[in-house]
């Protein structure tokens, strides 16, 4: 069983999410892709950060309906800041040996990954799917990743994706403008936006 995790504060949950998702998915040949939600995401300011308990039934409605998409509150559950490094360990744990984790990230977080909290042992734990972006050679990317953590690039598989132009900003400074976000996110995810007032 193959099981891609895909990390991220979804602040909120956007179609690029899902489309990064499902092409991960389809690349890949993973039986489920596993949506993790941050509680307190290291690298990232706490302004305009919905509560976690908000970005996780968001996240929730999103995928309901597939199978093939799951949620894990391993992040939320656990105190302290969130490392990918955490979760994928709790998801180890839970899931087994029996499951091979692939971590998805885009490339431009696959040139930092040296700088993440225990990265080498976030490579021991699972591979990297890599989602090719334009604007960021992959070849390059991949020598500069095995620069600083030599044989890393072997751990990575790269996935060719459609460029989706939606941000996780840009939807949160449309809500707080009165701007429609349709088609943008999922239908109950903006629902659920409108009916708990978030961004405003």
Same mark, same amino acid.
């Given at each position: +069983?193959?099981?891609?995790?895909?990390?991220?504060?979804?602040?909120?949950?956007?179609?690029?999410?899902?489309?990064?998702?499902?092409?991960?998915?389809?690349?890949?040949?993973?039986?489920?892709?596993?949506?993790?939600?941050?509680?307190?995401?290291? +690298?990232?300011?706490?302004k305009?950060?919905?509560?976690?308990?908000?970005?996780?039934?968001?996240v929730r409605l999103a995928i309901k309906g597939n199978p093939r998409f799951t949620v894990s509150a391993v992040d939320i559950e656990r105190p302290g800041p969130s490392y990918?490094?955490?979760?994928?360990? &709790?998801?180890?744990?839970?899931?087994?040996?029996?499951?091979?984790l692939l971590f998805i990230m885009g +490339? &431009?977080?696959?040139? &930092?990954?040296?700088?993440?909290?225990?990265?080498k042992q976030l490579l021991s734990l699972c591979r990297i799917a890599a989602l090719a972006r334009p604007g960021i050679p992959t070849k390059r990317a991949l020598a500069r990743l095995d620069r600083a953590l030599p044989g890393a690039r072997r751990r990575v598989d790269v996935i060719e994706t459609t460029n989706i132009d939606i941000s996780a900003t840009d939807i949160r400074r449309r809500v707080a403008s009165g701007?429609?976000?349709a088609y943008r996110v999922p239908g109950p995810v903006s629902a659920y936006i409108a009916k708990h007032r978030l961004y405003r």
């Open positions: +069983m193959r099981c891609g995790i895909l990390g991220g504060t979804f602040n909120p949950i956007h179609l690029g999410h899902l489309i990064i998702a499902e092409e991960a998915r389809e690349q890949l040949g993973l039986d489920e892709v596993i949506f993790v939600p941050a509680a307190r995401p290291w +690298m990232k300011e706490a305009e950060l919905a509560s976690a308990k908000d970005r996780l039934a968001m990918a490094v955490d979760s994928t360990s &709790d998801i180890r744990k839970a899931r087994g040996s029996s499951c091979e +490339m &431009d977080s696959l040139n &930092d990954l040296p700088k993440w909290h225990n990265s701007r429609s976000i």
